[in-house]
C-alpha cells in the first residue's frame, strides 16, 4: 500500500517559536497534499490544499500567515507554525493522493504539537 | 450542507458480531465516500471506499452500503474481532476544484469484546 510519513511524530515548543512539519509521499507521486487538524477525541479538520509548484489554498477560518505551506517536489510537502501558540497544541495530519490509480487518498502518521 | 452526520457516537459489539456505522449527508455534489480507521495516536488508514454509481462494495470483512436517494451509506463490519476496536471515521469529497477536499463525520468508538 501506499505510504505517506511525517517528521517528527512529536514536537513540544515554546510559544512564540515556529516549528516545521515534514509530510513525504514514500512510493508514489503526488500533486496534491492536504494539512488536517484533530484535536483531541475530535474529527479531522482540513486546513489546507497543497498543490506542487503553486500556492496552497486554505479553508475558511484558517490563517494563511500562520500555517505557511511549501510543496516544494511531487514527494514533499511542510507546514510551518509560525508564532505558535498554546491553543495551536494539536494533531497535525497531512495526507497525498495518488497521482496514478484509482485516486485514494493516503494519510500520514501524524505529528502531536505541545505548545507550552 | 457540507456536513456528514456520523452515528452512534460510539458502539459496543461482542466478538463474532456484526457492527453497523451509518453516515448522511447533504450535499448532492459529493461523489467520493471513503471510509477511515483510526487507532490512537495515529493517522487514519482506507479502509474501503465507494462511489454514488454503485450501491454496494465489498471488501473482506468490510462492506459500504450506499443509498443515493437517501443521501445515506453505512459501514458494516462482518466477524468483528478485538483488533477491531478503534475509531471510525466516514467522510465524503466532490470533484472540481474541491477534489480531494474531504470533510469527516464525527467519529465513531468502535470497542469488540472478546
Known sequence: ??????????????????????????????????????????SLMLM???????????EQGVEKDKFLINHA???????????????????????????????????????????? | QQQVKQSPQSLIVQKGGISIINCAYENTAFDYFPWYQQFPGKGPALLIAIRPDVSEKKEGRFTISFNKSAKQFSLHIMDSQPGDSATYFCAASRGGTSYGK??????????VHP
Open chain 1, 73 to 116: 517536489s511531487l514527494t514533499l510537502s511542510t507546514l510551518t507554525v509560525t508564532s505558535a501558540h498554546p491553543e495551536d497544541s494539536s494533531f497535525y495530519i497531512c495526507s497525498a493522493i495518488r497521482l496514478a490509480g484509482a485516486h485514494e487518498q493516503y494519510f500520514g502518521p501524524g505529528t502531536r504539537l505541545t505548545v507550552t
Open chain 1, 1 to 42: 500500500g501506499a505510504v505517506v510519513s511525517q517528521h517528527p511524530s512529536w514536537v513540544i515548543c515554546k510559544s512564540g517559536t515556529s516549528v516545521k512539519i515534514e509530510c513525504r509521499s514514500l512510493d508514489f507521486q503526488a500533486t496534491t497534499m492536504f494539512w488536517y487538524r484533530q484535536f483531541p477525541k475530535q
Open chain 2, 102 to 111: 474531504l470533510t469527516f463525520g464525527q467519529g465513531t468508538i468502535l470497542t
Open chain 1, 48 to 58: 489546507a490544499t497543497s498543490n506542487e509548484g503553486s500556492k496552497a489554498t486554505y
